[in-house]
């Protein structure tokens, strides 16, 4: 077959067959082939091959920051590609990327590349167990570190007084942003654990941001006990300011785990730690591997994207607060005009949108209200987030914003249908 060939229902019916659920990844389920096939990307816009063209604020799941095929990052990827690819030996490339991240994080020494943020927590997990000789671990509920690893183990779920069994390499789930629970739990378990693993503004979990005495609680057990704090910066890297959410919330983890936009949507992910750390991973008693780590593409990218951020930082994130702000104050109001209620939280460029109704929060509300954008030309991520990025300007706001008040009427609508049903 030849796609240029296909007309959509072809497409469709190939992928279903072909691929399982038509998608290589199970968070596109939701938003599968049926719904959009994407032919090509440019700015702050996507095409579908049936010609739909959609406000893009996915943006490639948060890998892409300056905007679709930002010719100053295209013509760089190009010239790496006339190079050669996949020559599986350090190069010129990874050196300068590791060298630019680590002068923006100065309390870093050393940096290990990866290919994807998933990969990089799970080396740096890894790397807590050898440092500490402990193999417990620690995360929070509703956080995500990746789809496979020691964080998708079977867990135990802490909930004071703290006396469940406890499996001999355990998995603790601990409450984000509850200090009286998680004291308790590290008072009980502090000692055993290797690391404690965590998003600074749970993004994955409805955009909460960290309560300042829920930061200094993890800083303090951390000395008290002994465990590594590991930083998923995946999201929120990049996004939330040039230094990350680690800068912005004044918090000093032992490792940080970066990803997505430092590739600026080239597959990448890192770790960043001390010497002392690190090295551990030269000596052989850390393993991390990897064929296509420390890719020259993903790294030249990377070294790009280090390069113009730091050299425009007031103008970029000046310019994605003021786009964030007003989407997130449009959508409130594009909620109230419609007789709806939604809630939008987050940090910097990337938020989540809860959508209430008469019924309170139901699971399929977000997913109802994103089908209805879709429809109205708006695109925007899985579990209602939105990652705005420097191609969107008052245009695309307005647009989303428009489209929203008719999605949240649509809603209302919705509800209105199911108590009569009720009734």
Not at 21 to 28: D, E, Q
Not at 106 to 114: L, T
Not at 121 to 139: D, F, K, N, P
Not at 145 to 155: E, K, Q
Request: charged share 20%.
């Amino acid at each position: 077959m030849k796609v240029q060939d296909l007309n959509l229902e072809s497409l469709v019916e190939t992928a279903m067959r072909r691929i399982p659920g038509g998608v290589s990844t199970n968070i596109r389920l939701l938003e599968g082939p049926q719904k959009l096939i994407v032919k090509r990307a440019f700015g702050s816009r996507v095409w579908t091959v049936d010609d739909r063209e959609l406000v893009d604020f996915v943006c490639g799941y948060g890998t892409v920051l300056l905007g679709y095929g930002f010719p100053a990052l295209t013509q760089r990827q190009s010239e790496i590609l006339g190079h050669g690819i996949s020559y599986n030996a350090t190069n010129p490339f990874e050196i300068e990327a590791a060298d630019r991240l680590l002068n923006i994080f100065p309390d870093y020494d050393m940096v290990r590349f990866g290919v994807t943020g998933s990969e990089a927590t799970t080396a740096a997990i890894g790397l807590s167990r050898i440092v500490t000789e402990r193999s417990a671990i620690a995360v929070f509920r509703n956080h995500y570190h990746g789809w496979h690893g020691p964080t998708n183990a079977p867990r135990t779920v802490f909930t004071p007084p703290g006396n469940l069994p406890v499996p001999e390499v355990p998995v603790f789930e601990i409450p984000f942003n509850d200090t009286q629970v998680c004291a308790d739990f590290f008072h009980r378990h502090g000692d055993s654990l290797a690391c404690v693993i965590f998003e600074i503004v749970m993004i994955n979990g409805g955009g909460f941001e960290p309560a300042p005495e829920f930061i200094r609680l993890l800083h303090e057990a951390r000395d008290r006990h002994g465990f590594l704090l590991i930083a998923d910066e995946v999201i929120t890297g990049f996004r939330v300011g040039l230094r990350g959410a680690q800068k912005k919330y004044g918090v000093c983890p032992d490792l940080t785990v970066f990803g997505k936009a430092l590739g600026g949507g080239v597959p990448i992910g890192a770790v960043l730690g001390r010497k002392a750390h690190m090295e551990l991973f030269a000596s052989g008693k850390a393993v991390h591997a990897g064929t296509f780590n420390g890719h020259p593409l993903a790294t030249a990218s990377a070294a790009f994207i280090l390069d113009y951020l730091a050299a425009n930082e007031q103008a970029v994130y000046s310019h994605l607060e003021k786009a964030a702000g007003r989407l997130k104050l449009g959508l409130v109001r594009a909620a109230r005009n419609a007789g709806a209620t939604c809630h939008v939280r987050g940090a910097g460029a990337v938020m989540c949108l809860e959508v209430e109704d008469e019924f309170g929060c139901p699971a399929d509300s977000v997913q109802v209200f994103q089908d209805e954008l879709l429809a109205r030309g708006v695109r925007i991520a899985l579990g209602g987030r939105w990652f705005v990025g420097l191609a969107h300007g008052e245009q695309e706001v307005e647009a989303a914003v428009s489209a929203a008040e008719a999605a949240f009427g649509a809603l209302k609508n919705r509800e209105h249908i199911l108590q009569i049903a009720q009734q």
